[in-house]
């Protein structure tokens, strides 16, 4: 079972993570290609990706909002989909084991830098309950598809 579960996820694992708009502002990029947001890159299994990933959007938000003037569009917050066992960082009972991961991705939520969402496939895989999601997080039914989704469907690219 768990060879068939990894399977699954083989074609998504050099992705990674987040959120969509229903109408996305398009961003340059240095290539001078419109995109419409950003999707973060995880090695999974590894939560110190994830924490290097959110420092990253954090130094990204600092210097865009040096750099930005008052009248210019808002950025879409960059998606963080996380899923395999990484989804437990997220949730009540783990927070003091992941306290400092934690407490940069709810100020980077707070922010609208980051949006974070959790697979339900693996939140389950894990044993965890929905109840004990952390506020700023939400819920999609399978993350590689979401993440498919957003650099397929929504022309998101990788941050």
Same mark, same amino acid.
């Given at each position: 079972?768990?060879?068939?579960?990894?399977?699954?996820?083989?074609?998504?694992? /050099?992705?990674?993570?987040?959120? +969509?708009?229903? *109408?996305?502002?398009? %961003?340059?990029?240095?290539? &001078?290609? !419109? #995109?419409?947001?950003?999707?973060?890159?995880?090695?999974?299994?590894?939560?110190?990706?994830?924490?290097?990933? /959110?420092?990253?959007?954090?130094? +990204?938000?600092? *210097?865009?909002?040096? %750099?930005?003037?008052?009248? &210019?569009? !808002? #950025?879409?917050?960059?998606?963080?989909?996380?899923?395999?066992?990484?989804?437990?960082?997220?949730?009540?009972?783990?927070?003091?084991?992941?306290?400092?991961?934690?407490?940069?991705?709810?100020?980077?939520?707070?922010?609208?830098?980051?949006?974070?969402?959790?697979?339900?496939?693996?939140?389950?895989?894990?044993?965890?309950?929905?109840?004990?999601?952390?506020?700023?997080?939400?819920?999609?039914?399978?993350?590689?598809?979401?993440?498919?989704?957003?650099?397929?469907?929504?022309?998101?690219?990788?941050?």
């Amino acid at each position: 079972m768990r060879w068939l579960y990894i399977l699954v996820l083989l074609p998504n694992l /050099l992705q990674a993570q987040v959120n +969509y708009l229903d *109408t996305p502002v398009p %961003l340059m990029t240095a290539d &001078s290609k !419109a #995109v419409t947001g950003y999707v973060a890159r995880i090695n999974l299994d590894r939560a110190d990706q994830v924490f290097e990933a /959110l420092r990253r959007a954090e130094a +990204y938000f600092q *210097t865009k909002q040096q %750099l930005d003037s008052p009248v &210019s569009p !808002a #950025v879409p917050p960059i998606a963080f989909v996380i899923y395999g066992p990484d989804v437990g960082i997220f949730f009540k009972e783990n927070y003091s084991a992941f306290k400092p991961i934690v407490d940069l991705a709810a100020r980077l939520s707070a922010l609208e830098v980051i949006d974070i969402k959790v697979c339900q496939v693996s939140y389950e895989r894990e044993g965890l309950d929905r109840a004990t999601l952390l506020p700023f997080v939400s819920t999609v039914p399978f993350g590689p598809a979401e993440i498919s989704r957003l650099l397929e469907d929504q022309k998101y690219s990788l941050f």
